[in-house]
């Protein structure tokens, strides 16, 4: 069975400052799919990274950051320099091969202030 | 580009209703899953269409169903309502070419279906 663990419940932080979500995943299957999405009080899931299971490069993107390790099932999201902006409910979420299905994790709260 | 459309926005029904939820998909994407969201249970994976097929299912009683239709438009429907099924349902689509890869899935702002 395929599970993904975001055990951060909320993480407050001023803004400036870097921040680290963490996720764990467990799949048995060797070919899958890792995402993090961004939920902001409207509601809407904004898509943010994809990466499959046979690329383990890290990524960087403005101020976001993922860090996929096979070795300990993470793949972790760091923001540097937080704004109030990236204020929002994030979710890290897992699909096996040739799927749409999400297996999300609970989700971590982050809230910046000014 | 239009992103994934979800009507109605807002539904309040009652106990034992049913409800129809209609999900217009990113221009070219095949693919279309639908989502529960509530706070007890989180985000939780109802059902996967593609090309009109019903591709995966996800633990959710027969009350709950869907379809896909020939211009990749989905909808779902929810017989006898609970007061259980208050939640938000999210559509997302996806360029899934069904030949195996998962491809990115964007979703739509949600029908917040709220049952009394």
């Known amino acids: 069975a395929q599970k993904v663990t975001q055990a951060q419940t909320e993480i407050s932080v001023v803004e400036k400052e870097d921040v680290t979500l963490d996720c764990v995943y467990e799949?048995?299957?060797?070919?899958?799919?890792l995402f993090w999405y961004k939920q902001p009080p409207s509601g809407e899931l904004v898509f943010l990274i994809r990466?499959?299971?046979?690329?383990?490069q890290n990524e960087i993107s403005g101020r976001y950051s993922w860090n996929f390790q096979k070795s300990t099932s993470s793949f972790n999201f760091t923001i540097t320099a937080s704004q109030v902006v990236d204020s929002a409910v994030y979710f890290c979420?897992?699909?096996?091969?040739?799927?749409?299905?999400?297996?999300f994790g609970t989700g971590t709260r982050l809230q910046v202030f000014p | 580009k239009a992103g994934v459309t979800q009507t109605p926005r807002y539904l309040i029904k009652t106990r034992g209703q049913q409800v129809t939820l209609s999900c217009s998909p990113i221009s070219g994407h095949r693919s279309v899953s639908w989502y529960q969201q509530t706070p007890g249970q989180g985000l939780q994976f109802l059902f996967e269409?593609?090309?009109?097929?019903?591709?995966n299912k996800g633990n959710f009683p027969g009350r709950f169903s869907g379809r896909q239709f020939s211009n990749s438009r989905s909808e779902m429907n929810v017989s006898t309502l609970e007061l259980g099924d208050s939640a938000l349902y999210l559509c997302?689509?996806?360029?899934?070419?069904?030949?195996?890869?998962?491809?990115?899935?964007?979703f739509g702002e949600g029908s917040r279906l709220t049952v009394l």
């Open positions: 799949t048995r299957d060797t070919t899958y799919y």
């Open positions: 979420a897992l699909s096996v091969y040739n799927t749409d299905k999400l297996i």
């Open positions: 269409y593609f090309s009109e097929t019903q591709r």
């Open positions: 990466r499959n299971s046979f690329d383990e």
């Open positions: 997302a689509s996806s360029w899934t070419s069904g030949g195996g890869n998962t491809g990115e899935l964007f």
